[in-house]
């Protein structure tokens, strides 16, 4: 059993590039701040193909998960239920937004009995990976467990005493077939991930009309599970 757990709300952040992994926004400059201007649009994170991303929405509104050019968007009006769309119907831009332009995958088996940010590494390195840069990956399995949330406008962190209709939506499940996408970045805590943790993720669970997404506060996988990280250049055949 593999198992995540990042307590709060996890948001990327900071306007760079680290090879693989291009950054748009700031979780401290967004939260704290509270600058949640646009920085991105979905245009143009399409400019290039194989988008994988994971992100929020300009003012906070909702959480964006991109995954082989697909952007979902994850919405609540009110903490209580939520919804998730497709880019081609709900067009908009993100405050914070971690993204990459993956073409080629390894697919490995998720090592199991260690840490999930340990098995991720592991995974990577195997690979030529520098774990020490950022990185994207993604996760396909049954979820034993998971935890998840919609943010609503605000950061219950940063803001404790939010309204009942600012809550984010929150939502759990067992045994749940689901994709799990995200980036390993280590030393970017309060930038690209909360403090505490390596990782930022957010889940797809479904597809169709009944599709969930939002992001990951907790995760066990089962064994089995299937872990993709990039093919590197200089690791190409």
């Known amino acids: 059993m ?5 307590l709060g709300i996890s948001l990327c952040g900071c306007a760079s590039s680290h090879d693989l992994v291009e950054q748009y926004g700031g979780m401290r400059d967004v939260l704290r701040l509270g600058n949640t201007q646009s920085r991105i649009s979905f245009v143009e994170m399409r400019q290039q193909p194989h988008a ?3 992100g929020a929405l300009t003012d906070l509104q909702g959480e964006i998960t991109v995954f082989d050019g697909q952007i979902f968007v994850a ?3 009110n903490g209580i239920s939520a919804s998730t769309t497709r880019d081609d119907a709900n067009p908009g831009s993100a405050t914070l937004m971690t993204l990459s332009h993956v073409k080629k995958w390894h697919h490995d088996t998720l090592p199991d009995s260690v840490p999930l940010e340990q098995a991720i590494e592991t995974v990577a390195r195997s690979h030529g990976i520098d774990s020490d840069r950022p990185f ?19 950061c219950p962190i940063a803001t404790p005493d939010l309204a009942p209709e600012d809550q984010p939506w929150r939502a759990q499940g067992e045994s749940t077939a689901l994709k799990v996408i995200g980036f390993f970045a280590r030393d970017q805590q309060g930038v690209m991930t909360h403090h505490g943790s390596n990782l930022h993720i957010h889940a797809i669970i479904g597809d169709g009309d009944e ?8 995760v066990e996988m089962a064994p089995g599970s299937v872990l993709s990280v990039p093919v590197v250049k200089n690791m190409e055949s």
Do not use: K, M, Q, W
């Open 2 to 6: 593999i198992r995540f757990l990042i």
């Open 52 to 54: 994988i991303g994971v």
């Open 75 to 77: 919405t609540t009006s």
């Open 136 to 154: 994207p990956f993604f996760i396909e399995g049954v979820a034993e467990s998971y935890e998840l949330h919609v943010i609503n406008g605000f």
């Open 211 to 218: 599709t969930i997404t939002g992001h990951l506060d907790a």
